[in-house]
Protein backbone atom coordinates (compact mmCIF):
# COMPACT_ATOMS: atom_id res chain seq x y z
CA UNK A 1 0.00 0.00 0.00
CA UNK A 2 1.59 3.50 -1.04
CA UNK A 3 -1.19 5.65 1.17
CA UNK A 4 -2.28 7.14 -2.16
CA UNK A 5 -5.64 6.60 -2.72
CA UNK A 6 -7.87 7.21 -5.97
CA UNK A 7 -11.53 6.93 -5.90
CA UNK A 8 -13.67 5.67 -7.91
CA UNK A 9 -11.85 2.40 -8.81
CA UNK A 10 -13.59 1.86 -11.81
CA UNK A 11 -15.53 4.65 -13.95
CA UNK A 12 -17.89 3.51 -16.77
CA UNK A 13 -19.77 7.06 -18.72
CA UNK A 14 -20.59 7.76 -21.89
CA UNK A 15 -19.14 10.42 -25.11
CA UNK A 16 -19.78 13.49 -24.15
CA UNK A 17 -20.27 13.29 -20.49
CA UNK A 18 -17.79 14.96 -17.56
CA UNK A 19 -16.70 12.90 -14.88
CA UNK A 20 -14.09 13.75 -11.76
CA UNK A 21 -11.37 11.27 -10.45
CA UNK A 22 -10.50 12.10 -7.03
CA UNK A 23 -6.85 11.84 -4.97
CA UNK A 24 -5.75 11.76 -1.74
CA UNK A 25 -1.45 11.96 -1.20
CA UNK A 26 0.44 10.33 1.24
CA UNK A 27 0.28 12.16 4.23
CA UNK A 28 2.92 15.11 3.95
CA UNK A 29 3.76 14.83 0.14
CA UNK A 30 3.25 18.48 -1.16
CA UNK A 31 3.46 17.32 -4.72
CA UNK A 32 0.69 15.30 -6.73
CA UNK A 33 1.05 14.19 -10.21
CA UNK A 34 -1.47 12.51 -12.86
CA UNK A 35 -0.74 10.24 -15.55
CA UNK A 36 -3.00 8.21 -17.86
CA UNK A 37 -2.23 4.50 -19.24
CA UNK A 38 -3.60 3.41 -22.11
CA UNK A 39 -2.60 0.13 -24.28
CA UNK A 40 -1.25 2.02 -27.47
CA UNK A 41 0.54 5.32 -25.56
CA UNK A 42 1.37 3.65 -22.54
CA UNK A 43 2.31 5.88 -19.25
CA UNK A 44 1.71 9.54 -20.13
CA UNK A 45 2.50 12.36 -18.09
CA UNK A 46 -0.39 14.61 -17.89
CA UNK A 47 0.03 17.09 -14.95
CA UNK A 48 1.66 17.77 -11.71
CA UNK A 49 0.52 20.24 -9.10
CA UNK A 50 2.63 21.59 -5.86
CA UNK A 51 1.36 23.06 -3.17
CA UNK A 52 -1.49 23.91 -5.02
CA UNK A 53 0.43 25.29 -7.57
CA UNK A 54 0.44 24.06 -11.45
CA UNK A 55 4.27 22.96 -11.41
CA UNK A 56 4.69 21.44 -14.91
CA UNK A 57 2.66 19.89 -17.83
CA UNK A 58 2.91 16.98 -20.04
CA UNK A 59 0.41 15.35 -22.55
CA UNK A 60 -2.72 17.03 -21.41
CA UNK A 61 -5.67 18.10 -23.70
CA UNK A 62 -7.58 21.01 -23.31
CA UNK A 63 -10.49 18.89 -22.53
CA UNK A 64 -9.07 17.65 -19.40
CA UNK A 65 -8.32 19.99 -16.09
CA UNK A 66 -7.00 19.78 -12.64
CA UNK A 67 -6.49 21.11 -9.44
CA UNK A 68 -5.25 20.71 -5.98
CA UNK A 69 -7.08 22.20 -3.17
CA UNK A 70 -5.75 24.07 0.30
CA UNK A 71 -5.73 20.33 2.05
CA UNK A 72 -3.38 18.97 -0.72
CA UNK A 73 -5.91 16.46 -2.33
CA UNK A 74 -6.62 16.63 -6.10
CA UNK A 75 -9.09 16.34 -8.85
CA UNK A 76 -8.67 15.24 -12.69
CA UNK A 77 -11.63 16.42 -14.41
CA UNK A 78 -12.21 15.31 -18.08
CA UNK A 79 -15.06 16.83 -20.16
CA UNK A 80 -16.55 15.83 -23.52
CA UNK A 81 -15.15 12.37 -23.08
CA UNK A 82 -14.23 10.11 -25.88
CA UNK A 83 -14.38 6.52 -26.89
CA UNK A 84 -10.41 7.07 -26.63
CA UNK A 85 -10.23 8.84 -23.40
CA UNK A 86 -10.74 5.09 -21.92
CA UNK A 87 -7.62 4.10 -20.04
CA UNK A 88 -5.99 3.75 -16.48
CA UNK A 89 -5.50 7.32 -14.52
CA UNK A 90 -3.12 7.16 -12.16
CA UNK A 91 -2.23 9.49 -9.57
CA UNK A 92 0.65 9.64 -7.66
CA UNK A 93 2.42 11.96 -5.32
CA UNK A 94 6.37 12.67 -3.82
CA UNK A 95 7.43 15.05 -0.79
CA UNK A 96 8.11 17.63 -3.39
CA UNK A 97 11.17 18.62 -1.02
CA UNK A 98 12.72 22.23 -2.12
CA UNK A 99 9.19 22.88 -4.12
CA UNK A 100 9.51 19.94 -6.31
CA UNK A 101 12.91 17.91 -6.35
CA UNK A 102 13.61 16.24 -9.45
CA UNK A 103 15.05 13.10 -7.59
CA UNK A 104 11.60 12.76 -5.79
CA UNK A 105 10.43 9.29 -5.72
CA UNK A 106 6.56 9.00 -6.94
CA UNK A 107 4.21 6.82 -4.78
CA UNK A 108 1.87 5.58 -7.40
CA UNK A 109 -2.32 5.07 -6.06
CA UNK A 110 -4.07 2.21 -7.50
CA UNK A 111 -5.59 4.18 -10.48
CA UNK A 112 -8.91 4.73 -11.85
CA UNK A 113 -10.32 2.84 -14.60
CA UNK A 114 -12.50 4.99 -17.10
CA UNK A 115 -14.42 3.36 -19.39
CA UNK A 116 -16.41 5.46 -22.22
CA UNK A 117 -19.30 3.81 -23.88
CA UNK B 1 13.27 17.27 -25.32
CA UNK B 2 13.54 14.20 -23.20
CA UNK B 3 13.04 10.75 -24.50
CA UNK B 4 12.98 7.64 -23.35
CA UNK B 5 13.88 3.88 -25.03
CA UNK B 6 13.26 0.64 -23.88
CA UNK B 7 13.95 -2.11 -26.69
CA UNK B 8 12.16 -4.69 -25.52
CA UNK B 9 8.58 -4.82 -25.22
CA UNK B 10 8.62 -8.33 -23.85
CA UNK B 11 11.07 -10.46 -22.32
CA UNK B 12 10.30 -14.15 -21.51
CA UNK B 13 13.51 -15.65 -19.08
CA UNK B 14 13.14 -19.28 -16.95
CA UNK B 15 12.78 -19.22 -13.47
CA UNK B 16 16.52 -18.60 -11.92
CA UNK B 17 18.00 -17.29 -15.01
CA UNK B 18 19.29 -14.07 -14.97
CA UNK B 19 17.08 -10.88 -16.80
CA UNK B 20 18.56 -7.64 -18.66
CA UNK B 21 15.76 -4.90 -19.13
CA UNK B 22 16.81 -2.71 -21.49
CA UNK B 23 16.71 0.92 -21.29
CA UNK B 24 18.30 4.05 -23.31
CA UNK B 25 17.64 7.69 -22.53
CA UNK B 26 18.09 10.81 -24.38
CA UNK B 27 18.41 14.31 -22.69
CA UNK B 28 20.38 17.91 -23.57
CA UNK B 29 20.98 18.33 -19.64
CA UNK B 30 21.56 16.08 -16.70
CA UNK B 31 19.46 13.07 -16.05
CA UNK B 32 17.83 11.05 -12.87
CA UNK B 33 17.19 7.76 -14.33
CA UNK B 34 14.16 5.29 -12.36
CA UNK B 35 12.98 1.74 -12.77
CA UNK B 36 9.51 1.16 -11.77
CA UNK B 37 7.43 -1.85 -11.42
CA UNK B 38 3.79 -2.75 -12.20
CA UNK B 39 2.52 -6.03 -10.93
CA UNK B 40 -1.10 -7.01 -12.62
CA UNK B 41 -3.86 -4.87 -11.62
CA UNK B 42 -1.72 -2.06 -9.19
CA UNK B 43 0.09 1.13 -9.55
CA UNK B 44 3.65 1.84 -9.99
CA UNK B 45 6.05 1.04 -7.10
CA UNK B 46 10.09 2.43 -7.64
CA UNK B 47 12.44 -0.42 -7.84
CA UNK B 48 15.39 1.95 -7.84
CA UNK B 49 16.95 5.32 -9.21
CA UNK B 50 20.29 6.77 -9.78
CA UNK B 51 20.54 10.54 -8.49
CA UNK B 52 24.29 10.30 -8.52
CA UNK B 53 27.70 8.96 -6.58
CA UNK B 54 27.71 5.51 -8.05
CA UNK B 55 27.27 4.38 -11.01
CA UNK B 56 26.11 0.85 -10.23
CA UNK B 57 22.46 1.40 -8.44
CA UNK B 58 21.13 -1.63 -6.03
CA UNK B 59 17.33 -1.86 -5.78
CA UNK B 60 14.89 -3.56 -4.08
CA UNK B 61 14.28 -7.63 -4.79
CA UNK B 62 17.43 -8.24 -5.74
CA UNK B 63 17.36 -5.93 -8.98
CA UNK B 64 20.25 -3.83 -9.69
CA UNK B 65 20.98 -0.94 -12.67
CA UNK B 66 24.00 0.52 -13.96
CA UNK B 67 24.01 4.29 -15.27
CA UNK B 68 26.01 4.70 -18.96
CA UNK B 69 26.72 8.03 -19.41
CA UNK B 70 28.78 7.42 -22.80
CA UNK B 71 25.83 4.74 -24.43
CA UNK B 72 22.95 6.70 -22.44
CA UNK B 73 21.89 3.70 -20.91
CA UNK B 74 20.21 2.58 -17.56
CA UNK B 75 19.88 -1.51 -17.80
CA UNK B 76 17.86 -3.32 -15.12
CA UNK B 77 19.52 -6.39 -14.08
CA UNK B 78 18.71 -9.76 -12.06
CA UNK B 79 20.81 -12.66 -11.61
CA UNK B 80 18.12 -15.21 -11.14
CA UNK B 81 14.49 -13.97 -11.41
CA UNK B 82 11.11 -15.93 -9.52
CA UNK B 83 8.08 -16.05 -10.34
CA UNK B 84 6.76 -13.75 -8.49
CA UNK B 85 8.87 -11.29 -10.66
CA UNK B 86 6.19 -11.19 -13.52
CA UNK B 87 5.36 -7.93 -14.01
CA UNK B 88 5.97 -4.50 -16.51
CA UNK B 89 8.70 -2.79 -16.04
CA UNK B 90 9.03 1.54 -16.51
CA UNK B 91 12.43 2.87 -17.24
CA UNK B 92 11.92 6.58 -16.58
CA UNK B 93 14.01 10.07 -16.56
CA UNK B 94 13.68 13.18 -14.94
CA UNK B 95 15.05 16.88 -15.99
CA UNK B 96 13.78 19.84 -15.64
CA UNK B 97 14.55 23.58 -14.49
CA UNK B 98 15.26 23.83 -10.90
CA UNK B 99 11.80 23.44 -8.56
CA UNK B 100 10.20 21.29 -11.15
CA UNK B 101 9.72 17.33 -11.95
CA UNK B 102 8.74 16.59 -15.65
CA UNK B 103 9.34 12.55 -15.75
CA UNK B 104 9.32 10.46 -18.94
CA UNK B 105 8.41 6.98 -18.97
CA UNK B 106 9.47 4.35 -21.37
CA UNK B 107 6.61 2.26 -23.08
CA UNK B 108 7.61 -0.37 -20.65
CA UNK B 109 8.81 -4.09 -20.57
CA UNK B 110 6.57 -7.03 -19.75
CA UNK B 111 9.07 -9.74 -18.09
CA UNK B 112 7.46 -13.05 -18.39
CA UNK B 113 8.95 -15.70 -15.78
CA UNK B 114 8.70 -19.15 -17.26
CA UNK B 115 8.76 -22.22 -14.20
Known amino acids: DSGVTQTPKHLITATGQRVTLRCSPR?????VYWYQQSLDQGLQFLIQ???????AKGNILERFSAQQFPDLHSELNLSSLELGDSALYFCASSPGLAGGAWGDTQYFGPGTRLTVL | AQSVTQLDSQVPVFEEAPVELRCNYS??????LFWYVQYPNQGLQLLLK??????LVKGINGFEAEFNKSQTSFHLRKPSVHISDTAEYFC?????????????FGIGTKLQVIP
Open chain 1, 49 to 55: YYNGEER
Open chain 1, 27 to 31: SGDLS
Open chain 2, 92 to 104: AVSEGPGGYQKVT
Open chain 2, 50 to 55: YLSGST
Open chain 2, 27 to 32: SSVSVY
